[in-house]
């Protein structure tokens, strides 16, 4: 019999090595090496082709692509729209979070919505069967073909999907479950990619929809770097702030379709509910003269999304300010305040600077740019900006202000929504007819070229 082989893998990024080492030349953290059994895979996660075919090369026009096209709806269209219009049947989808964010009442709301006659098994490593049923009560679930395992052993769950065949499997959470297979401890790098593989073999071969919850590290990642996103299909993350009641759903990978699109939901004491009309959610002060807000338009896939930059400006008593970020790019907002510095000729040296974006939402298009110098020239100069204006465009480093795509569709959130005004870059202007200038009556249009000219 062949010796088992180990090896020492970082639990961080999951680089491996014959010998221990104090710190992990692939991602530089210390004292993360553990060993670990290593379990050869003859049939490495992703070669999903039958014996029959193997080695035969086929022409693009006959390969049948149905299965991929016949999308079985969640029940929940926020999510759907996420997915690009369903589940494809038997792929693997993998949806991250940080703990406590909703992802396993996201979860049970899919299950309770899906369509009817379809076996659901729920396989959860961290509640017991009776606490679920208390969550789906509370959440009004009743779907009589949904089944609860609470079970940690792979050996045990891949027994009870035999036995069950499910159409549809979720998997609560991958750092609870074990395989048999390997020594190391469940949550270990080896482990997750052990039984994902397993997953995602058992999804090709059985045809079974599977979903699998991951919480996200300290670090912000799925158990370590990047050893599950390559074997899914689809990397689904649920963000928000634990305080506020606002959860977006994004597409991070999609082999199925777009991964611009999300999903907003806010969080009730009847679970998640989807948010119909964004804008009202997340625009709070829009009706209070205060200094330091701007609101943007920013597109999160075919959707504009109105939201608010907050900006606070505090006279700093230390040599080198003070920047802090919350829901944007710090080193787009470093560059903007040089920007400022430098074109708007504000004294940013002297002044601590806070940003935040309203609702918990993360905006990292360069089209609100100009809605964050906006915010940060309001916020030192302690005048509050115009009431019922909406700043569109991205401001390069010469102060420039540059077009943004789909404009026409922000004009016409900003007309949705009762807005009154709304800046954007003259190159978007000078695009635009006679007709769309007409149809967008309600709110003056008002073209800039160089930040310059906003102040
Ligand atoms: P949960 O789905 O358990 O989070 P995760 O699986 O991502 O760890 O949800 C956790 C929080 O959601 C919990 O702190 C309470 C809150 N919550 C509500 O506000 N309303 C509800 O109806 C439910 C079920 C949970
Ligand atoms: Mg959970």
């Known amino acids: 019999m062949a010796k088992n082989k180990t090896a020492y893998v970082c639990q961080n990024c999951g680089y491996s090595s014959s010998k221990w080492m104090g710190k992990c030349p692939g991602c530089g ?18 070669a999903i082709v039958s014996s029959a075919d193997r080695g035969n090369a086929v022409k ?7 299965q991929f096209t016949a999308r079985i709806s969640t029940g929940i269209p926020e999510v759907d729209r996420v997915l690009g219009g369903g589940y494809v049947p038997s792929s693997l989808v993998l949806l991250g979070g940080d703990p406590g964010i909703g992802k396993s009442t996201l979860v049970l709301q899919i299950c309770g919505k899906l369509p009817a006659g379809k076996r659901v098994l729920y396989v959860s490593g961290e509640e017991s069967a009776p606490q679920i049923r208390m969550r789906a009560q509370r959440l009004g679930i009743n779907n009589p073909d949904l089944l609860l395992l609470s079970e940690n052993s792979m050996t045990v769950i891949l027994a009870c999907i035999e036995r069950e065949k499910p159409d549809f499997l979720i998997i609560d959470s991958i750092q609870t479950v074990y395989s048999d297979d390997m020594s190391s401890s469940p949550g270990s790098v080896g482990q997750v990619r052990e039984v994902t593989g397993l997953l995602l073999k058992l999804a090709k071969a059985a045809g079974i929809t599977t979903m699998i919850i991951g919480h996200v590290t300290k670090e912000g990642n799925l158990a ?37 699109e999300i999903g907003l939901f806010e969080m009730t004491g009847e679970g998640l509910s989807p948010v119909e009309n964004p804008a009202d959610a997340m625009l709070t002060h829009r ?11 920013g597109m ?3 959707r504009p999304l109105l939201t608010e930059i907050q900006a606070l400006a505090s006279k700093s008593p230390y040599n080198l300010p003070k920047r802090t970020v919350n829901g944007t790019d710090m080193s787009r907002v470093g560059m903007l305040l040089a920007v400022a510095e430098k074109m708007l000729h504000l004294p940013l040296w002297e002044w601590d600077v806070y940003i935040n974006v309203a609702g918990g939402i993360r905006l990292t298009e360069p089209a609100c740019d100009l809605g964050m ?31 943004v795509s789909r404009m026409d569709m922000r004009i016409m959130e900003a007309v949705r929504t009762g807005f009154t005004a709304i800046y954007l870059p003259a190159a978007n202007y000078n695009k635009l007819t006679d ?19 906003l102040f």
């Open 29 to 46: 953290e210390w004292n993360s090496m553990t060993e670990e059994f290593i379990v050869e895979d003859k049939h490495p996660a992703g």
């Open 60 to 66: 693009l026009s006959d390969i049948d692509s149905k």
């Open 224 to 260: 370590g770097p990047r050893v599950l996103e390559h074997m899914v299909d689809t990397v689904l993350y649920f963000e928000g702030e634990r305080n506020l009641p606002f959860r977006v759903l994004r597409g991070v990978k999609n082999r199925f379709g777009s991964t611009n």
């Open 287 to 297: 009706d209070s003269n205060i200094s330091g807000a701007a609101v943007v338009c």
């Open 300 to 302: 999160e896939g075919t």
């Open 373 to 403: 110098l906006a915010a940060v020239y309001s916020a030192v100069k302690d005048v509050p900006l115009e009431r019922g204006a909406v700043y569109c465009g991205e401001v390069g480093l010469t102060g420039e202000v540059r077009a």
């Open 435 to 453: 007709k769309q200038k007409r149809e967008f009556g309600s709110v003056e249009l008002r073209p800039v070229a160089n930040v310059k000219e």
